[in-house]
């Protein structure tokens, strides 16, 4: 893949990532909380709404949770924007090796807490975010 490809790409990675981010964190708000809840019960096939936000430590895990991801979506746009001309194999290496080491820890615990299904939706966006990125930088 190109450099430009690359590039344009970490960034669709980082907005999907904070896109994510920012679902949770308006799950720490009672008036918006209905879209991650539907998120939460997709993953959790099948939709049953048996996923919710009533207990106060899932709103503060959702708290914690759309910090980090919002952190990493930022941290993935600057690499894009400030870093990737320099380094760009390295960058790629390092994004890619986030997104597997995510992919890998999420689905052992989707499996370990019952939720397999989970996996196969990660498989997907796995997918998504990684696109071209699985290719090497050609000059």
């Known amino acids: ?3 430009k490809t690359h590039k344009f790409w970490l960034k669709i990675t980082a907005i ?3 896109s994510y981010a920012l679902l949770f964190f308006l799950g720490t708000l009672k008036q918006t909380q209905k879209p991650i809840e539907i998120v939460l019960d997709i993953s959790s096939w099948p ?3 048996l996923q919710n936000y009533d207990s106060n ?3 503060f895990l959702s708290a914690l949770l759309g910090g980090i991801l919002f952190g990493w979506g930022i ?7 400030k870093i990737y001309d320099v380094a760009p194999e390295q960058i790629r290496k390092t994004v890619l090796t986030s997104l597997i080491s995510w992919f890998i820890i999420d689905g052992l615990g989707s499996i370990f ?3 397999f299904n989970n996996v196969l939706a990660n498989i997907l966006l796995l997918l998504v975010l990684v696109g071209p990125l ?3 930088v050609k000059e």
Request: no cysteine; charged share 10%.
């Open 1 to 3: 893949m190109t450099h």
């Open 16 to 18: 999907s990532i904070i």
């Open 47 to 49: 939709i049953d709404e």
């Open 57 to 59: 430590s899932t709103v």
């Open 75 to 81: 941290l993935i746009w600057f690499l894009s924007t």
């Open 113 to 115: 807490s019952g939720n």
């Open 134 to 136: 699985w290719s090497p």
